[in-house]
């Protein structure tokens, strides 16, 4: 399964494939969670319907989507928590980190196997935020890009 990062929706919705310009995506989206193929965390649900968008309305409409966080994840947590406190990051990138969805995410990815989807990119020794693919590296867990994921679903969005 293709966990989502809020930065996926929100980076889709607002430039390459907004609710009017490429709908084909988000019917895409429908149906790989409905089977199961992608999701995300009821955290990055939060974070998405903060607002009172379009994107804002498609997360509230869609609760099946986003998983609730269970034992295993919870059991991650703490190793992730673990791995953050001692790998040398500012006291401010950790308590922001420990925060926010990536590291429910990140924990859930490793609990359940999973691959993360975002559009940040590792950075070797970055100290004052904790980047996804980071924590991805530390706890095994696999991440790519929104493109990366659409090539391996072989998903093509045509023309109507």
Excluded at 7 to 15: D, L, M, P, Q, S
Excluded at 27 to 49: F, H, K, P, Y
Excluded at 142 to 156: G, I
Aim: hydrophobic share 45%; with cysteine.
């Amino acid at each position: 399964m293709y966990l989502l990062d809020a930065n996926v929706f929100i980076e889709a919705k607002n430039r390459y494939y907004g609710f009017d310009l490429a709908p084909g995506f988000w019917e895409w989206l429908d149906a790989d969670a409905n089977t199961g193929m992608i999701g995300s965390i009821e955290a990055v649900q939060r974070e998405l319907t903060r607002g009172t968008d379009a994107l804002a309305q498609w997360a509230r409409d869609r609760a099946d989507v986003f998983r609730p966080l269970d034992e295993a994840t919870t059991n991650k947590l703490a190793e992730l928590s673990t791995w953050v406190t001692g790998n040398g990051f500012t006291s401010a990138a950790v308590a922001e980190f420990l925060s926010v969805a990536d590291y429910q995410l990140v924990a859930y990815a490793a609990a359940h196997g999973h691959t993360i989807v975002t559009h940040e990119e590792p950075q070797l020794g970055a100290r004052r935020r904790v980047l996804i693919p980071n924590a991805c590296e530390a706890m095994g867990v696999p991440y790519c890009n929104t493109f990366a994921m659409l090539r391996a679903r072989s998903v093509q969005l045509g023309l109507v």
